[in-house]
C-alpha cells in the first residue's frame, strides 16, 4: 500500500516537516541575497558521505559558494557522481575533486549481504536488487574512486583528484596517495 493514495499526492505534509518550514524561516528573517553565481568559486567538489556528522564547508575552512558538494552513502563513485563532476567541471568552475569518505562509516561497517539481511529481518523489505556499495576497505575503496575519476574519459584531461578520510572523532582530514 502506498504511503500517500493519489488523491493526497498534492498535499505537503505540513507537520512533519514543522521544524524544517519554523528553521527555514527563521533563516529568511537573516538571509540577504550573497549575489553567488553557483560557480565554485574555490574550483573545488567534494564528494562525501550523507552522514550527518560531516560539515564539509567548515572542516575545510570554506564557505557558501566555494564547493561544489556530493554526497551519498559511503562516499562513492557512481555513475551519478561522474555525471554531476561532468557537469561541474564543464559548467560550474570546478578544477579539482576531493573525494572524502570517513572513519566509523555505516557502510564500511558491514558487508553488501549484511546489510541486505539487516533491512530484509527488521523492516520486511528484499533490497536485494540494489547495490549499496559497502566498503571492506576504506583506503582500496577511496584510492579506486579516485583512480576512476582520474581516468574517465569525459573529464577534462587537467581536473586534479585527490582522495582523503575524514575522521569524525578528531575533526581531521587524512591524504592518501593513489
Do not use: W
Not at 122 to 141: H, I, K, L, M, P
Amino acid at each position: 500500500m502506498p504511503i500517500y493514495d493519489a488523491d493526497h499526492l498534492s498535499e505537503f505534509p505540513e507537520a512533519a516537516f514543522a521544524d524544517v518550514l519554523s528553521g527555514n524561516a527563521d533563516f529568511v528573517r537573516t538571509f540577504s541575497d550573497s549575489g553567488l553565481s553557483g560557480r565554485a568559486a574555490k574550483g573545488l567538489a567534494v564528494i562525501t558521505c550523507m552522514d550527518s556528522r560531516i560539515a564539509p564547508l567548515n572542516l575545510l575552512g570554506m564557505q557558501a559558494g566555494d564547493v561544489k558538494i556530493i554526497r551519498n552513502a559511503g562516499a562513492r563513485v557512481t555513475d551519478d557522481v561522474l555525471r554531476t563532476l561532468i557537469l561541474a567541471s564543464y559548467l560550474l568552475g570546478v578544477t579539482r575533486v576531493l573525494v572524502m569518505p570517513h572513519t566509523d562509516c555505516r557502510m564500511a561497517s558491514a558487508s553488501e549481504s549484511e546489510i541486505h539481511t539487516q533491512i530484509e529481518a527488521e523492516f520486511g523489505v528484499n533490497t536485494r536488487s540494489f547495490e549499496f556499495r559497502t566498503v571492506d576497505d576504506q583506503e582500496s575503496a577511496l584510492i579506486t574512486d579516485v583512480v576512476r575519476i582520474r581516468s574517465h574519459p569525459l573529464l577534462p584531461k587537467g581536473l586534479v583528484v585527490g582522495g582523503a578520510l575524514y575522521d569524525v572523532h578528531t575533526g581531521r582530514i587524512k591524504p592518501y596517495s593513489a
